[in-house]
Nanobody, 116 residues
């Protein structure tokens, strides 16, 4: 059974940087859609960034363009999210998402808190 496990969430000061990882088990990368979403309590989960594991094509939410970078290592079945110049508004639980055909998977989430 496919499973996604995120790591790297932490408390960081405004303007700081943080890197998140998402490792897929039972799920070998092919030509899949993978993404990062985030959620604040009481609000809907929102799209952050996506990557196609085959072509490497990426997409970003306007709120993170120029600050966040999504990447993948197909040999490790892992995607990453490098977050720079973090703002308090980036505080959220960050979730990894994978889609292959009709199947979709979510990770359990990792907390990112941006505060002084």
């Amino acid at each position: 059974q496919a499973q996604l496990v995120e790591s790297g969430g932490d408390l960081v000061q405004p303007g700081g940087s943080l890197g998140l990882s998402c490792v897929a088990s039972g799920f070998t990368f092919g030509h899949d859609y993978m993404a990062w979403y985030r959620q604040i309590p009481g609000k809907a989960r929102e799209f952050v960034a996506s990557i196609m594991t085959g072509s490497g094509a990426t997409d970003y939410a306007d709120s993170v363009k120029g600050r966040f970078t999504i990447s993948r290592d197909n040999s490790r079945d892992t995607i990453y999210l490098q977050m720079n110049n973090l703002k308090p508004a980036d505080t959220a639980v960050y979730y990894c998402y994978a889609r292959r055909g009709p199947s979709a998977y979510w990770g359990q989430g990792t907390q990112v808190t941006v505060s002084s």
